[in-house]
């Protein structure tokens, strides 16, 4: 098990700049991959940014791609993403995945993720 536990959320204006991070514990954060998505509908999650377990790759979907960032601190087990230039098409709830055992592929893809956290809310003004 996995267990993941998302923060950084908030109201921002936009234009503005958030960072989100995502703590795992439960297994050896170094095999992880992570994934961040964000909830378009009640059934689909879109992806918004994922980096190996190496760090080796990182990969961000259209909708942010350009101005975010997504890292990885191993000895904090914890990854971020930050997005700048907050529109307020990013309002959703941002949640982090996880996928173990050194896997790196289909990152882009949710329902390949085994573990999921909460999520925390973003909302951006206009």
């Known amino acids: 098990q996995v267990q993941l536990e998302e923060s950084g959320g908030g109201l921002v204006q936009a234009g503005g700049s958030l960072r989100l991070s995502c703590v795992a514990s439960g297994r050896d954060f170094r095999s992880i991959s992570m994934g961040w998505f964000r909830r378009i509908s009640e059934q689909e999650r879109e992806f918004v940014a994922a980096?190996?377990?190496?760090?080796?790759?990182?990969y961000y979907g259209d909708s942010v791609k350009g101005r975010s960032t997504i890292s990885r601190d191993n000895a904090k087990n914890t990854v971020y993403l930050q997005i700048d230039n907050l529109k307020p098409e990013d309002t959703a709830v941002y949640y982090c995945g996880a996928k173990t055992q050194y896997y790196d592929d289909n990152l882009h893809i949710a329902r390949t993720y085994e573990f999921w956290g909460q999520g925390t809310q973003v909302t951006v003004s206009s």
């Open positions: 980096i190996s377990w190496s760090a080796s790759y990182t």
